[in-house]
């Protein structure tokens, strides 16, 4: 699996859209981007995946960019509740038992 | 939330002792996953399983063991607990190999 980077820390006030970023330039053509984020001692919750297109659910949007290089989580409004370590993870479709978690940014929405 | 229980939710044991953590499904997934989380590590795979009886092995599957004998639950024992497996164990599910994970709430162990 690709690695990614992340910035490790990032604020945003409430209420604001927080953008975070993800470089992923080694990333192949079977692989998608995974978002994940974990809030403090609770398991990992799934938040968006996408292969090229830019995808969007209740929770996210997922820009990535035309070369597939780098990728922007968007949460459009965030909250306090949004307060967590978000991961971006690359991930191939096929033999791809595990998901290989980095450091994460830390994401600190402030009232 | 996808329905996934883990207990025990805490546990405290000594060294040597044998320890066995349960993870419960009601989804139904034929994927299960056992993690652990250490500061400075991520989350590390121990072992997966591809249904019931078939299970295989991860990166750090040293000094742990599994057991599916049904769908819905999946077991991690630690046959003889080590200081170096106090950790954070997450277990997590899918519908098949290469299909979104879903995590459990996660079980926190101290090996005394």
């Known amino acids: 699996d690709a690695k990614t980077t992340q910035p490790t820390s990032m604020d945003c006030a409430e209420g604001r859209a927080a953008n975070l970023p993800c470089n992923h330039s080694?990333?192949?053509?079977?692989?998608?981007v995974y978002w994940y984020r974990q809030i403090h001692s609770q398991g990992p919750q799934y938040i968006i995946h996408?292969?090229?297109n830019n995808e969007t659910n209740e929770m996210a949007s997922l820009i990535i960019t035309e070369d597939r290089k780098s990728s922007t989580l968007i949460l459009p409004h965030a909250t306090l509740r949004d307060t967590a370590v978000y991961y971006c993870?690359?991930?191939?479709?096929?033999?791809?038992?595990?998901?290989?978690f980095g450091q994460g940014t830390r994401l600190t929405i402030n009232p | 939330d996808a329905g996934i229980t883990q207990s025990p939710r805490h546990k405290v044991t000594e060294t040597g002792t044998p320890v066995t953590l349960r993870c419960h499904q009601t989804e139904n997934h034929r994927y299960m996953y056992w993690y652990r989380q250490d500061p400075g590590h991520g989350l590390r795979l121990i072992h997966y399983s591809y249904g019931v009886k078939d299970t295989d092995k991860g990166e750090v599957s040293d000094g742990y063991s599994v057991s599916r004998s049904k769908t819905e639950d999946f077991l991690l024992t630690l046959e003889s607990a080590t200081s170096s497996q106090t950790s954070v164990y997450f277990c997590?599910?899918?519908?098949?190999?290469?299909?979104?994970?879903?995590f459990g709430p996660g079980t926190r162990l101290l090996v005394l």
């Open positions: 996408g292969l090229k």
């Open positions: 080694t990333i192949s053509g079977n692989e998608y």
């Open positions: 993870i690359v991930r191939a479709l096929q033999g791809a038992q595990k998901l290989v």
């Open positions: 997590a599910i899918s519908t098949r190999e290469q299909e979104t994970q879903y």
